[in-house]
């Protein structure tokens, strides 16, 4: 079982549609969560921390459950240019930190 | 934009080539990386490094090689390119005094040996 779990999709969705993502870790230890983002062909970037609380960044919005080990990711009002793959990346200390990848859910925002 | 440096961006070489590929960062990060992405699959981690005079395997087994001689350059070195070589590699570092964490990524090496 990997570490990491993510659908990998591909969600195919209209503009404006509201979609959904959803990660799970194995590791209970793990310490920070997040989600990036990678365009085709190009280097993934920080899309946003996820914390405990809950928390939003205009559009998105990403959530932690702790007691079930799941990170979520939510897009409202998709546009096209939110297409992209996205990678819920977890950060565990385990005998060393060591920050693991999910392998990443590919999104397409049709018009 | 993210202060981390890729060079060559694209490499084509022949079998049996030894090669360098260079990666460089100007934001004093202590903690590299490299990663291996074949096209539209995930990220495997080869090597990184917490420091000057460290360097570590990651969990992708590589027949590469790292150095780490200055904290802002961590150069990977093929010995001899063979086709299955032929990917995209990824650097990255980060800052993990205060509690970000967050990895900066250079724009890559795609690599081709035939």
């Known amino acids: 079982r990997k570490e990491v779990e993510q659908d990998p999709g591909p969600f195919n969705v209209p503009e404006g549609a509201t979609v959904a993502f959803n990660c799970t870790y194995s590791?209970?230890?793990?310490?920070?969560f997040f989600w990036y983002r990678q365009d085709c062909r190009k280097e993934p970037k920080l899309l946003m921390s996820?914390?405990?609380s809950g928390n939003e960044d205009g559009r998105f919005t990403a959530q932690l459950n702790r007691a079930s080990q799941y990170i979520s990711l939510l897009i409202r009002d998709s546009k096209l240019s939110d297409s992209a793959t996205y990678l819920c990346?977890?950060?565990?200390?385990?005998?060393?930190?060591?920050?693991?990848f999910g392998a990443g859910t590919r999104l397409f925002v049709k018009a | 934009e993210a202060d981390i440096y890729q060079t060559p961006r694209y490499l084509v070489i022949g079998t049996g080539k030894k090669i360098t590929l260079e990666c460089s960062q100007t934001?004093?990060?202590?903690?590299m990386y490299w990663y291996q992405q074949d096209p539209g699959m995930e990220l495997h981690l080869i090597h990184y490094?917490?420091?000057?005079?460290?360097?570590e395997k990651g969990d992708l087994s590589s027949e590469s090689t790292v150095s780490r001689i200055r904290t802002e350059h961590f150069p990977l070195t093929l010995e001899s390119a063979r086709p299955s070589h032929t990917s995209q590699y990824l650097c990255?570092?980060?800052?993990?005094?205060?509690?970000?964490?967050?990895?900066?990524f250079g724009p890559g090496t795609r690599l081709t040996v035939t």
């Open positions: 590791n209970s230890a793990s310490q920070s």
């Open positions: 934001m004093g990060h202590d903690k």
């Open positions: 490094s917490y420091g000057v005079n460290s360097t």
């Open positions: 990346v977890v950060n565990a200390n385990t005998g060393g930190f060591k920050t693991i």
């Open positions: 990255a570092s980060s800052d993990e005094r205060g509690s970000s964490y967050e990895q900066y």
């Open positions: 996820v914390y405990s």
